[in-house]
C-alpha cells in the first residue's frame, strides 16, 4: 500500500503544479522590430528591441550614407514580478512591478508555492524613435535606408546590427 501511494504522490504533485501541456508562459526571445505607428505619426518609426543588451544607439541611415539618429532612448532593465502567497490576496504586488507591462509572465509551480518569491527576466526592453528627415523622399526610396543599431556599452560587450527600414504606412 504505503509502495503504491509513494508512486502516485509524484503524479499527483506534477498534476496539481500545472506540470501538463500548458507549462508556464513563454518567456520574451530576442528581437528587434522597427516600425510606424498604426494611426500614429507618418513621419516616425518606432524601433521595439528585447535583447541580453541595452540598444544605446539607433539611426536611420539613408542611400547616401547619412544619419538620422533616434531621440531618447527608454531602457528598461528591471522586468520583475512577485509571487507566492505574500501577494496572492494583494493586487498591488501582484504581476509585474516596476514595468512596462508589455510582457506576460507565469511563475513556475515552484515559486507559487512559497510564502514570498521575486523573479526578473534576464532580457532588456528598449525603446526608441526616429523623425523621417524627409517623409517624401523616404516613401520614394525607402527600400534604400537602412537601420542601424548599437547594443552595449564599453568596456562591457558592443554588438552593431543593421536591419532593413520600414515599409511607409499607405498615404492618407
Known amino acids: 500500500m504505503l509502495r503504491s501511494f509513494a508512486k502516485v504522490l509524484p503524479l499527483t504533485l506534477l498534476a496539481a503544479c ?14 528587434v522590430r522597427a516600425a510606424f505607428a498604426p494611426h500614429g505619426l507618418v513621419d516616425q518609426i518606432e524601433i521595439e528591441a528585447v535583447d541580453r543588451l541595452p540598444l544605446r544607439m539607433a539611426a536611420l541611415v539613408g542611400p547616401d550614407g547619412t544619419a538620422t539618429p533616434s531621440g531618447p532612448i527608454d531602457v528598461n532593465r528591471t522586468e520583475r514580478f512577485a509571487a507566492g502567497q505574500f501577494v496572492a490576496n494583494d493586487p498591488w504586488r501582484a504581476g509585474i512591478a516596476g514595468g512596462s507591462g508589455n510582457a506576460v509572465l507565469a511563475a513556475e509551480p515552484q515559486t507559487a508555492a512559497t510564502f514570498r518569491a521575486q523573479s526578473e527576466i534576464l532580457a532588456t526592453f528598449s525603446h526608441a524613435s526616429i523623425l523621417l528627415p524627409d517623409s517624401g523622399e523616404y516613401r520614394r526610396n525607402w527600400r534604400a535606408y537602412r537601420i542601424q543599431l548599437t547594443f552595449g556599452s564599453a568596456p562591457g560587450p558592443v554588438e552593431t546590427r543593421e536591419i532593413p527600414a520600414p515599409e511607409p504606412p499607405p498615404a492618407r
Request: aromatic content about 0%.
Open 18 to 31: 500545472g506540470g501538463g501541456s500548458s507549462g508556464p508562459a513563454p518567456l520574451p526571445t530576442p528581437s
